[in-house]
């Protein structure tokens, strides 16, 4: 049992390793995950199994200070819970789940976009700073992903509101994100897009004259008053020359 789990955390360890960057662990490791804690299982199993259970499973598990297994596996459910890989599976754990196969899906056809399009700058020495054709062309894509992105982040917290700590979707999936967005906003400058320049001058403009607007209703709303002050003062004198006159008669 103890050369099981060292071979399956052996395997673990390299595959999460090799996943790193760009960050594919939880897609990639979660079958030797299972593994790992299977074997671990089925130690801390034989405790109740067969008069040399306990004995077997102690000397594995609490017979030094160390106590080297139980470190291992505590490290394994760790990193697997920090990287928040139950929100990337299926209910059961035994394949990705919907929404990331399709997220997954969106992302790689987003990329292969970009690669498309960059296709004509591969020979260049220098990178190209005219990435119009990117922008364009990819448009559509970037948004499909980024919208799926949110809306998978309103319903992760919306099932998490009382877990803070796993508000976060699976560390697959946002760094998926996070590098299509870098690539799209710094690499390609494409954070605003053609179809949002005139509503963007509009809201411009707008601002702008604010000021005029304001100055010129205060203006018109400041002679209002003056009239409405004045027109007693005409109303008086109008009916005392009239008095007058009635006195005269």
């Known amino acids: 049992m103890l050369m099981d789990f060292a071979n399956s955390s052996a395997e673990l360890i390299g595959c999460l390793v090799r996943s790193a ?5 939880c897609q990639t490791c979660y079958p030797l995950f299972q593994q790992v804690t299977s074997k671990m299982d089925n130690i801390s199993r034989t405790f109740g199994n067969s008069s040399e259970g306990p004995s077997c499973a102690r000397s594995l598990l609490m017979a030094d200070r160390m106590q080297i ?13 920090e990287a928040n890989c139950a929100n990337c599976l299926s209910n059961n754990s035994e394949g990705l789940s919907n929404n990331t196969e399709y997220f997954l899906s969106l992302f790689n056809k987003t990329l292969a976009c970009f690669e498309h399009n960059l296709q004509g700058h591969t020979y260049s020495l220098l990178p190209p700073k005219n990435y119009s054709e990117v922008c364009k062309n990819c448009n559509d894509a970037y948004k499909n992903l980024s919208t799926l992105y949110n809306e998978m982040q309103r319903m992760n917290g919306l099932e998490n509101k009382a877990e803070p700590g796993m508000m976060h979707l699976c560390i697959d999936v946002e760094d998926a994100m996070n590098i299509t967005r870098k690539l799209w906003s710094r690499t390609f400058n494409c954070s605003v897009t053609c179809s949002d ?4 001058v509009a809201v411009s403009v707008f601002i702008l004259f604010l000021p005029v607007i304001f100055y010129l209703s205060s203006f018109l709303h400041s002679e209002q008053k003056k ?17 007058i ?5």
């Open 245 to 249: 006159q009635e006195n005269s008669t």
């Open 197 to 200: 320049t005139v509503s963007v």
């Open 227 to 243: 009239r409405k002050l004045i027109l007693p003062k005409r109303l008086k004198s109008s009916t005392s020359f009239a008095n």
């Open 69 to 81: 297994v139980v470190m291992v596996s505590e490290f394994f459910n760790s990193t697997w819970k």
């Open 21 to 25: 960057r760009p960050v594919r662990l």
